[in-house]
């Protein structure tokens, strides 16, 4: 009786709309797992993989990725040992699970560059796997290689430039990101090979509008904004990203992918050191809890740089900062030397470099951030 009564209680379409009545962090997050619990427990196989894949989702826009790295081979899983299974009610867009299965797919290989601690094995297992399923399914490879490109990107520069014109090579089909989304990467692939003119060629469309990602009028060209942004810092060309600075803070409130404080934070240690303490100040805490590793390296490096600068400019060598005991060097009289707070930093960004680069067997991370410091 019991059973029966719980039985009646499963409505998988009420649990969606529960989870997606509420505000994307924690609390969402902990609703689709309870989801995934309830259909597990229903062995209803449509919402077991709809539910993870929804996982997958908030985990890798709004969380971090290991969530998702850790739920999405148990949707492969599930899957395989139902190939068979019907799309849910809300896989709009999607012509069936597998299509679904491999729009998300990508996410998780765009991740695997970013966290060391999955090995290189893995990681080329789970492109293979995609390829295979791919090919599969009807796709060709061109959003296997746009993604390989990705990877290899910082860690082999032949295999990355293999991968990048074997993607242009190919034509566009169902799995591949928006024409935007594929125009700025090529922009970034221009900037990045040292040849502005043939980027700026590429951007035009995007600069002026006529392309777009989706609906949204100012995504893609506020990501182009980024691209120019760290093409000028790296550089050392700082009057010059400080431009894409000041249009990338004013979207800050309204979308957290352009929140990039640690470049805003390098770029105004050399343009306005009085906004770059204060945005040190407001987001330390933010960078500390970081779970992405390569999030991680990139904001140790660009605070070891901030705190460099600092250490140039600064009349004293000590400095006052309200940090709370979270802090690794905390100090209650919140004094701090500026030395130990940059070679704080710097050997967190050099630990997260030798990481990866034991993962990836190069030296290119710490060739990276030895150049950055030489500055």
């Known amino acids: ?79 395989d040992r139902y190939p068979d299974t019907p ?39 789970f492109f293979e796997d995609f390829k295979r399923r791919s090919q599969a399914y009807g796709y060709n490879l061109r959003a296997y290689y746009y993604l390989l490109y990705f990877f290899y990107k910082r860690i082999d520069s032949e295999k990355a430039e293999e991968a990048y014109y074997a993607f242009e090579s190919l034509p566009r089909d169902g799995n591949c990101d928006c024409k935007a989304c594929e125009r700025n990467s090529e922009v970034n692939f221009w900037l990045n090979k040292g040849q502005p003119e043939r980027a700026r060629e590429l951007a035009e469309d995007i600069e002026h509008f006529t392309l777009r990602c989706g609906h949204d009028r100012q995504a893609a060209w506020l990501r182009l904004k980024t691209h120019y942004m760290e093409y000028h810092l790296l550089r ?37 050191m009085g906004k770059a303490l204060r945005i040190y100040k407001a987001h330390w805490k ?43 060097l905390y100090r209650e009289d919140g004094q701090y030397k500026i030395a130990e707070l940059y070679q704080y930093y710097d050997s967190r960004a050099k630990e997260t470099a030798q990481r990866f680069d034991q993962r990836n067997g190069t030296d290119f991370y710490q060739r990276e951030l030895a150049a950055a410091l030489e500055q």
């Not at 709009?92 to 999955?118: F, N, P, R």
């Not at 705190?307 to 004293?316: A, I, P, S, V, Y």
């Open 286 to 328: 933010d960078w500390l809890e970081e779970r992405d590793p390569s999030e991680i390296f990139s904001n140790s490096k660009n605070i070891a740089l901030f705190f460099k600068k600092l250490l140039e400019e600064r009349k004293t060598n000590t400095i006052k900062l309200s940090l709370d005991s979270a802090f690794p």
């Open 236 to 272: 050392r060309e700082f009057e010059e990203a400080e431009q894409y600075c000041r249009i990338l803070e004013r979207q800050t409130m309204q979308d957290t992918e352009f929140q990039c404080w640690d470049s805003f934070l390098y770029c105004y240690a050399y343009r306005n």
């Open 1 to 79: 009786m019991i059973e029966e009564k719980l039985e009646a209680f499963y409505d998988p379409e009420a649990l969606q709309q529960a989870y997606d009545d509420l505000a994307h962090g924690r609390a969402r997050m902990e609703a689709v797992r309870s989801a995934i619990e309830a259909a597990d427990a229903h062995e209803d196989t449509p919402f077991r993989i709809f539910f993870r894949l929804e996982l997958c989702l908030e985990s890798c826009f709004y969380g971090d990725s290991m969530d998702m790295l850790v739920v999405f081979p148990e949707v492969l899983a599930i899957a």
């Open 87 to 125: 799309s849910t009610c809300f896989d709009a867009g999607y012509t069936d699970e597998m299509d679904h299965i491999l729009w998300v797919y990508k996410w998780v290989l765009d991740a695997c560059g970013s966290y060391y601690q999955i090995p290189m094995a893995d990681c080329l297992k």
